[in-house]
């Protein structure tokens, strides 16, 4: 089998009883299940809405209409966003008639502040901000350009479950946050997600925008008394984005073990920055801010011949990964080919080591040595 980049842990004995009693009680959907977990990452994370969803793609995709529906944004709104990405998080801006703005980024590998101001124009409204890798950045500066120029801030946390600044979960400054809960990410399920808005009136409006625009889910119009009530109305044209019951209870079990995942996480990332200090000019490492504690999602090297070297260590039963292609590679993004220098040099030079909670130490030294056994030869 090898040594696999991404290979999830659960806690199958928890997962099961939280499933059983949603098959006991008869209730798999949304509610249940999914109002508990998001009391819980409300108190988790301290942010003031949270809102279950089947994908965080779903949420990007959610926030970006919601915004421009609500705010009045139109075909001409533009949102400063990166390359350096999954394709999610620009799709969704483009989905909803807005115009991506790309900045570069840092040795971050998130934006770049300095850039970000460069781009700003009369006609932007909003800065997208991800935590590649569960690294927060320079995120503090991105909240500070947007106070500045009443922008708002959407915060792609999609790599950041558990990660803090300053010992705080960040988000709260974001007028919208979107985690991934997907099969590989840091809180695993088959693929769920959460929003959190800032404000209460976001929130009452996704509730209906991803279930169809109804305004009154199936959970909430059964009483306690069992009593059906089948009377709603329809106010949105929507989606189908929540999350149902079956998955949430994964959720719930995983986020017991959230912190304590990130910290094997952080100890595997530890080891390979340990084994790869005397080779710092044949291995680049990502500049992770000292009062970042990342959630490490990812362990990224940059490396010249970064090809080659990913399929030396396939040839070793080591499967590495690349996070990011450039998207400014893809067609629907190839009008600002060329202007994200930086991201265009990382997306042809990093790549993505394996992190996961089934490593041994003996797994890490392995790739330790053939990457360094690669690069040496």
Not at 349 to 365: G, K, N, Y
Request: proline share 3%; hydrophobic share 40%.
């Amino acid at each position: 089998m090898g040594i696999q980049l991404f290979m999830p842990k659960f806690d199958t004995e928890a997962c099961l009883e939280q499933i059983r009693e949603c098959l006991d009680k008869g209730w798999t959907g949304m509610g249940f299940k999914t109002v508990e977990l998001e009391e819980k990452w409300k108190e988790y994370t301290g942010l003031p809405n949270a809102y279950y969803l089947n994908s965080s793609t779903a949420g990007l995709y959610m926030a970006c209409d919601l915004f421009r529906m609500e705010l009045g944004w139109d075909d001409n709104s533009e949102v400063i966003t990166t390359a350096l990405t999954f394709i999610s998080t620009n799709h969704a801006i483009m989905q909803a008639g807005l115009k991506p703005v790309f900045a570069d980024v840092d040795d971050t590998l998130c934006l770049d502040p300095e850039s970000v101001r460069e781009k700003i124009t009369e006609n932007t409204k909003a800065i997208m901000y991800v935590g590649m890798g569960g690294n927060a950045g320079h995120y503090y500066e991105i909240v500070k350009i947007c106070k500045e120029h009443g922008l708002v801030l959407i915060l792609d946390a999609a790599h950041m479950a558990g990660a803090r600044v300053n010992g705080e979960i960040p988000g709260k400054e974001a007028d919208v946050v979107v985690y991934s809960f997907q099969a590989v990410k840091n809180l695993p399920t088959a693929d769920s997600g959460m929003i959190c808005f800032k404000e209460k009136r976001f929130d009452d409006i996704a509730r209906k925008f991803a279930w169809l625009g109804i305004n009154k889910d199936t959970y909430a119009r059964t009483s306690a008394g069992g009593n059906y009530k089948w009377k709603y109305d329809v106010e949105y044209v929507g989606h189908k984005y929540h999350g149902n019951s079956v998955i949430a209870s994964i959720a719930l079990v995983q986020l017991d073990h959230l912190d304590e995942d990130n910290a094997f996480r952080n100890r595997v990332a530890q080891m390979y920055t340990e084994g790869f200090a005397p080779y710092s000019d044949k291995i680049g490492l990502v500049t992770i801010p000292e009062n970042c504690q990342t959630s490490r999602h990812l362990f990224q090297i940059i490396v010249e011949n970064r090809d080659e070297l990913l399929t030396y260590l396939n040839s070793k039963d080591i499967f590495p990964g690349v996070h990011y292609i450039d998207n400014t590679n893809y067609r629907m993004y190839d009008y600002a080919k060329g202007t994200c220098p930086k991201a265009e040099y990382y997306s042809e030079h990093i790549l993505s080591l394996p992190l996961h909670l089934r490593l041994s130490d003996e797994d890490v030294q392995t790739v330790i040595d053939a990457v360094v056994e690669f690069v040496t030869r």
